[in-house]
């Protein structure tokens, strides 16, 4: 399949396996915006006689605007119905692809809620590619993919007809990645509940299992870190201690700068091989009682317990430090440097959350990025 970036590879499908519908959805959406050089997207999935949302991505903004805009996302539904005047249902019932120039010119369909979203955010939706996602057995739809606002250089352009090519090929394979995860989550926990049933009188074999299956849930598998669902899972118990103990507790919050650069110039492998390293100097760097997390694709959050401030920022400056010194090898003895730039927050007696200290975190993060990059902001 030919696109404007050249072959799709049998590695670039590969890429799109897993075994967790989230991540799937999550991996699809990015390799999409990559290859068709858009800002946005979204998928959503079909639900009884709803189209219902599951993902959202947008390069223009920070991983933790992401996440605050998908709690309201999440309660989206559209009635699969005729005449309904939404693009992704009209998408979904026809089967065919719809492209739109400019949301602002185009009297076709209702986007009320885009617009909405424009203004809530200072954001500005143009173009708009919206496909059905077809079972290729059954050719039915299951869902529906929107791709948002076409990047040409720093413009906004149209999508093109090799984009829709593209994107007509690919959601086949794509739809077939869906049902396949969802039949191997079904038979998992058909496996998990047998499984449960046969060894409920083993109560010692059965702890072994579930922490066993516990530290696979609580751990991002490439890395090792400990993943968000843990880190919000203890929130509450964190804070709870610190304050019975009246000690001191922070939180560095760190992101790689320019890794899109690093996956667009050398690849996804190499971009995981540097994730690694991080990881890797993370956990050198910090003390067993200390708490590191992949946060997202490239962000990171350590939470320092029984730490001040002071403590935490020349824990901050160590790793950033090390990272900036890291080298990593890849093909033909060629050596890539890179960095990160780091927010550093100390919890407050007022804070009733350790996301609000998170919050602080992440807007040094991105203050340090403003001034320059690879830099400890506190």
Do not use: W
Not at 352 to 363: C, E, G, K, P, Y
């Amino acid at each position: 399949m030919l696109v404007s970036s050249g072959l799709v590879k049998i590695e670039d499908i590969d890429y799109l396996e897993s075994n967790d519908l989230d991540t799937l959805l999550n991996k699809i959406l990015n390799y999409l915006k990559h290859i068709t050089h858009c800002d946005a997207g979204s998928i959503y999935l079909k639900d009884g006689n709803d189209l219902t949302f599951h993902i959202f991505q947008n390069n223009s903004f920070s991983q933790m605007t992401i996440d605050n805009i998908q709690i309201p996302l999440k309660k989206m539904k559209f009635e699969i119905k005729k005449d309904s005047n939404t693009i992704a249902v009209e998408s979904f019932i026809t089967k065919k692809i719809i492209t739109i120039d400019d949301i602002y010119k185009n009297n076709d369909f209702d986007f009320k809620s885009s617009k909405e979203f424009d203004i809530k955010f200072n954001y500005k939706t143009k173009s708009i590619l919206t496909a059905p996602l077809i079972n290729f057995y059954s050719g039915e739809s299951i869902g529906v993919l929107q791709l948002i606002n076409k990047q040409s250089g720093n413009n906004l352009t149209s999508f093109t007809n090799e984009d829709k090519d593209f994107i007509s090929l690919s959601s086949y394979l794509i739809a077939l990645s869906i049902i396949t995860t969802k039949q191997s989550q079904e038979t998992l926990r058909k496996i998990n509940k047998n499984i449960e049933k046969q060894i409920i009188s083993r109560t010692k074999s059965l702890e072994d299992i579930q922490h066993q299956l516990l530290e696979q849930v609580n751990k991002d598998p490439m890395t090792e870190l400990f993943n968000r669902r843990y880190f919000n899972e203890i929130n509450e118990n964190l804070l709870s201690i610190t304050k019975k103990s009246n000690s001191d507790m922070s939180i560095i919050m760190l992101d790689v700068d320019n890794f899109k650069t690093i996956n667009d110039t050398y690849g996804h492998s190499v971009g995981d091989i540097v994730i690694c390293n991080i990881s890797d100097i993370l956990k050198k760097s910090t003390r067993t009682s200390d708490i590191c997390v992949r946060f997202g694709g490239e962000e990171f959050v350590v939470v320092l317990p029984k730490t001040s401030l002071e403590n935490s920022v020349k824990i901050a400056e160590k790793i950033r430090k090390t990272i900036e010194n890291a080298q990593t090898l890849i093909e033909q003895n060629e050596v890539i440097k890179y960095t990160v730039s780091v927010g550093v927050s100390k919890i407050e007696a007022l804070d009733n959350s350790i996301v609000t200290a998170l919050n602080r975190a992440d807007t040094l993060l991105y203050e340090a990025k403003s001034l320059g990059k690879n830099l400890v902001r506190f």
